[in-house]
C-alpha cells in the first residue's frame, strides 16, 4: 500500500511537467481541428451581437444545422436568412432562457422539428448597468435568470455533446457599476469550471468556457475605457471565430486576449491598495458611469 502511494506521489511531478510542455508544444504547432459537418448547434441569443456572428462561423466551417434561440424574432428572421443563404439549415425559435417552462418546451420543439442537438452554446445575456443601490430588484433577478439559471434550464436541450459558454473576463474580475452582470457571470463561471470537472470521466461530453474582454456590440454601449488604444474592445467576428477555433480543439477555458493573463495573475498575488490603484489608473472603476447599453 505505501509503495503504491509512494510510486503515485513521485510520479505526480514528472506527469505535471509532461502535461505542461505538452500544452507549450500544442501552442507552437499546428491545431488539429474537429470535423463540424455532423454537428447540430444551438446558439441561444444567435439574431444578433456575437451569437449572430457565432451562427455565421459554425455555418462557415461546416456545421450541418443551426439552431437559433431568442426573443426578437426580427433579428432571429435576419440571421437565419443569412446562413441560408451560406448554404447551411438554419432554424430559429423564440425563446426566452430566462422562462425555464418555454426553455423546456421550445428544447422538445427543437428535438422533434431538428433533431438531436451536439453543440450546445450558451451566449444569450443581458446587463442592467448600475450599482447595487440603483438597481431595482426585478432588473437584478433578471440577469440572474437570463446569464446564470437559463443555463441550467437550456442544458436540457443536449444530451451528449459541446456545452460552450460565451462567458466574460468581468467574472475574474469585476467591476462597479454592472454588479448584476458581473455576479451572473461569476456563478455562471462556477458552473462551468464544476461541469468541466465533473465531464472529465464522461468520453463524448465537453465543455469549452470564453472569457472575452470589452467586444464592440451593443450590450455594454457607452462604457468608457481610459487607455483605448492600449485595450481596444475586441470584434465580435474575433471572439465568434477564436469560440469555434476552441470549440474544434476542444480547449476548456479560453481567455480573450490572452494579456487578461496577466490580470489575473495580478490579481492573485498583489495586495488590495495594489490593485484599487491599477483600477482607478486603468478607468475600471468609472468606465461604466457613461454607459448606455441598448437603447
Ligand atoms: N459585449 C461585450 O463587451 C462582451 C464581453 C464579454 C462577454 N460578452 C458575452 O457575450 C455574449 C453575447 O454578448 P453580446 O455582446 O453579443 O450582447 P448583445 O449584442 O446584447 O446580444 C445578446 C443576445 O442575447 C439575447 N438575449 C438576451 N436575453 C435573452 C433571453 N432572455 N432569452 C434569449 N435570448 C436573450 C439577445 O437577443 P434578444 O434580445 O432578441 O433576446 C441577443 O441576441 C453574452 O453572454 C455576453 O455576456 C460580451
Known amino acids: 500500500m ?176 454592472a454588479i448584476d452582470y458581473c455576479t451572473s457571470k461569476a456563478s455562471s463561471f462556477a458552473f462551468m469550471e464544476s461541469l468541466t470537472l465533473g465531464l472529465l470521466d464522461c468520453p463524448g461530453v465537453n465543455a469549452t468556457t470564453v472569457l472575452p474582454f470589452h467586444t464592440s456590440t451593443e450590450m455594454f454601449q457607452g462604457m468608457r475605457i481610459r487607455f483605448p488604444n492600449l485595450f481596444p474592445p475586441l470584434k465580435p467576428e474575433t471572439v465568434a471565430r477564436r469560440t469555434v477555433e476552441a470549440v474544434r480543439m476542444n480547449q476548456a477555458f479560453l481567455l480573450l486576449p490572452w494579456t487578461m493573463h496577466v490580470l489575473v495573475i495580478l490579481k492573485s498575488i498583489l495586495p488590495q491598495a495594489a490593485l484599487d490603484e491599477i483600477y482607478k489608473f486603468s478607468g475600471s472603476y468609472t468606465c461604466m458611469n457613461t454607459f448606455k447599453g441598448r437603447t
Open 2 to 177: 505505501i509503495w503504491k502511494w509512494l510510486g503515485a506521489l513521485l510520479l505526480f511531478p514528472v506527469q505535471m511537467v509532461y502535461l505542461v510542455v505538452k500544452a507549450a508544444v500544442c501552442t507552437v504547432l499546428p491545431p488539429k481541428l474537429r470535423d463540424l459537418s455532423g454537428e447540430n448547434v444551438l446558439v441561444t441569443g444567435g439574431g444578433r451581437g456575437i451569437g449572430r456572428h457565432l451562427a455565421r462561423e459554425f455555418a462557415k466551417r461546416g456545421a450541418k444545422k443551426i439552431i437559433l434561440w431568442g426573443r426578437t424574432e426580427k433579428c432571429l428572421k435576419e440571421t437565419t436568412e443569412e446562413i441560408r443563404m451560406m448554404g447551411t439549415e438554419c432554424h430559429y425559435f423564440i425563446c426566452d432562457v430566462g422562462n425555464r417552462e418555454e426553455v423546456y418546451r421550445q428544447a422538445k420543439a427543437v428535438r422533434e422539428k431538428v433533431g438531436d442537438i451536439t453543440i450546445l452554446v450558451n451566449n444569450a445575456a443581458v446587463v442592467h448597468g448600475k450599482s447595487l443601490m440603483d438597481s431595482d430588484d426585478d432588473a437584478l433577478l433578471k440577469s440572474q435568470h437570463i446569464n446564470t439559471l437559463g443555463q441550467f434550464w437550456v442544458r436540457q436541450a443536449l444530451e451528449y455533446g459541446h456545452i460552450v459558454c460565451l462567458n466574460s473576463v468581468l467574472a475574474l474580475s469585476a467591476i462597479p457599476g
